[in-house]
């Protein structure tokens, strides 16, 4: 790996972690004051991104483009700055159960996923098992489910933009991949067996 590129894969990492370590103090501080745990689910979701951006493997082709790199900016950096607020639209229980099932798409996508994960668009291996068997994105759908939660938990303006620009990006996101990857064979007769991106029978 050339200097720059290391130079660019730490101040990633750093950001992160960062970003991370805020919203950790922010939900952190909400649930000792008011019990809510649907917050604490968001938390367990972006966790698992900062441990495998330590542990991802080397791409095999990466798109550097500036569209690719914007909206994987927005779809990583918003959901770190989602705040705690009061005045929930449902029960938190409700919006527990709602991120919950969200998290077990993220974590189970994340397990077949492995080294495989990565933030900017790439090929770093087509991964074919688990929940890909069913839609090709299912971590995303896991995110736009914990973040429609989240939202509901805690409804704010400030919330509303952050989970719109993320969910956005982060759909956008998922087509900048399937384009790189779309250069892959094995990809390409992938895409022919499981033709729905995040929703069976929608989209």
């Known amino acids: 790996m050339s200097e720059g590129r290391r130079s660019t894969e730490l101040l990633a990492r750093a950001v992160i972690c960062v970003l991370f370590t ?50 994987t900016a927005v779809s990583i950096v918003c959901p770190p700055l989602l705040r705690a607020s009061d005045g929930g639209v449902i029960p938190d229980a409700a919006t527990a159960a709602v991120s919950a099932l969200g998290l077990i798409l993220v974590v189970v996508g994340k397990m077949a996923l492995g080294r495989s994960f990565g933030l900017v668009p790439a090929n770093r291996g087509v991964v074919i098992a688990g929940p ?69 029978g929608v989209f």
């Open 22 to 71: 805020w919203l950790s103090v922010n939900l952190l501080r909400d649930f000792m004051q008011t019990g809510r745990v649907t917050g604490l689910l968001l938390l367990v979701s972006e966790f698992m991104v900062v441990v495998l951006t330590f542990v991802r493997r080397p791409a095999q082709l990466v798109d550097r483009s500036f569209g690719a790199t914007l909206v």
């Open 132 to 200: 890909y068997t069913v839609v090709r994105h299912p971590i995303y759908s896991g995110y736009l489910i914990t973040h429609a939660a989240f939202f509901l938990a805690h409804p704010s303006p400030w919330n509303a933009l952050l989970v719109v620009m993320a969910d956005v990006a982060l759909v956008r996101r998922a087509l900048v991949e399937e384009r790189v990857l779309d250069r892959d064979a094995s990809y390409r007769a992938y895409c022919e067996r499981v033709g729905w991106h995040f929703v069976p």
